[in-house]
């Protein structure tokens, strides 16, 4: 199963950041992720069950940096992490969103 697609972020286990809005987007070369007021642009080719990738955006209104990686569990959900660049590392859990489309 690919990464690609939109996938919502149910669980952040170390961090109160799995709120309505947050989701992680991965499309052929690039992405985009939403935390609470944590959010990025991906860069990265993103093909097959894993990614690896860096990211630049903002953090509470600040500029920010970093890398993660990714990967699709057995049971079909999404397993990875969000490192700030010098700071916290961000493991998540997601499901793929209802709306998710995986045709690129």
Request: proline share 3%; aromatic share 8%; charged share 25%.
């Amino acid at each position: 199963m690919s990464v690609r697609g939109k996938w919502r972020v149910v669980q952040t286990p170390d961090y109160d950041m799995a709120g309505p809005n947050s989701y992680i987007l991965f499309a052929k070369d690039d992405g985009e992720f939403a935390l609470d007021c944590l959010t990025g642009s991906i860069h990265g080719r993103c093909e097959g069950d894993a990614v690896e990738f860096t990211w630049d955006g903002s953090d509470e209104m600040e500029p920010a940096t970093g890398h993660g990686w990714a990967e699709v569990r057995a049971d079909g959900s999404l397993e990875g992490e969000i490192s700030l660049e010098g700071g916290d590392h961000i493991s998540f859990i997601a499901r793929r969103s209802a709306t998710s489309s995986t045709a690129c």
